[in-house]
């Protein structure tokens, strides 16, 4: 893998993939929800990380709301300046997207600056993708599940 090109995730497996130690992506409900695991913030993990991302991002149904759960709940010590740069570009560069992601993170003096970031710096992004964080896996992903049930009546209401 050089340092342009991402990982390959095959949507087809139903296990975590993990790309770089500290960094792995798992599909569920049918390749409708991506969880994305980040346990490393050394900038060679933020990099893949990023790439694998913005590999996703490009390669997704864009008729679909995205719905995204970012697992940092193991991250040591919040995430860097770095990686909310690079996070910061990847929204910036897919303006139209719809969808919700969930970010998970610890309940800790570190969380504090992601849930800010989450919850300020990238609202002025992606109007249309919702973002909240959460503490416990669970309630992330019924929440994501709850974003897919609305969003398949909707498509029923709309052929109807």
Same mark, same amino acid.
């Given at each position: ?49 990023? +790439?694998?991302?913005?590999?996703? $991002?490009?390669?997704? =149904?864009? %008729?679909?709301?995205?719905? !995204? ?46 849930? +800010?970031?989450?919850?300020?710096? $990238?609202?002025?992004? =992606?109007? %249309?993708?919702?973002?909240? !964080? ?27």
């Amino acid at each position: 893998m050089s340092s342009q090109e991402p990982p390959q995730l095959d949507a087809n497996n139903p296990n975590t993939q993990q790309v770089l130690p500290g960094v792995a992506f798992k599909w569920l409900e049918g390749n409708r929800i991506i969880v994305c695991r980040l346990r490393d913030n050394k900038r060679l993990a933020v990099d893949v990380f990023n +790439l694998t991302f913005a590999s996703i $991002l490009r390669d997704r =149904n864009k %008729e679909l709301p995205f719905m !995204v759960m970012f697992d940092l709940s193991k991250l040591d010590l919040g995430l860097t300046g770095y990686f909310k740069d690079k996070f910061t570009q990847l929204m910036t560069d897919n303006p139209n997207m719809k969808g919700r992601a969930a970010w998970v993170v610890r309940e800790d003096h570190f969380s504090r600056s992601t849930e +800010l970031f989450v919850t300020r710096s $990238l609202t002025e992004y =992606n109007a %249309e993708f919702v973002r909240r !964080v959460f503490h416990e896996q669970e309630p992330a992903l019924d929440w994501l599940k709850e974003g897919l049930k609305a969003d398949e009546s909707s498509e029923k209401e709309s052929s109807d």
